[in-house]
């Protein structure tokens, strides 16, 4: 269960912490079709992340 998941920055943003999610999708192939879209919108600096459905472990985070 693979999910592929898009972010990309505005024009004129840098930073990451302002990347704006564009589309969480399982079928990997409509990633560079949003790109593309998204291009002609003034996005930037595109990022895919993937998540395969596992549950986020607070643990390590917190590192107890």
């Given at each position: 269960?693979?999910?592929?998941?898009?972010?990309?920055?505005?024009?004129?943003?840098?930073e990451r912490y302002?990347?704006?999610?564009?589309?969480?999708?399982?079928?990997?192939?409509?990633?560079?079709?949003?790109?593309?879209?998204?291009?002609?919108?003034g996005f930037h600096?595109?990022?895919?992340?993937?998540?395969?459905?596992?549950?986020?472990?607070?643990?390590?985070?917190?590192?107890?």
């Amino acid at each position: 269960m693979k999910e592929y998941i898009l972010y990309g920055l505005r024009q004129g943003q840098t930073e990451r912490y302002m990347e704006e999610l564009l589309i969480a999708t399982k079928a990997q192939e409509t990633i560079d079709y949003v790109k593309d879209l998204a291009t002609q919108e003034g996005f930037h600096s595109f990022r895919v992340a993937t998540w395969n459905g596992e549950e986020p472990n607070f643990t390590n985070t917190l590192n107890i």
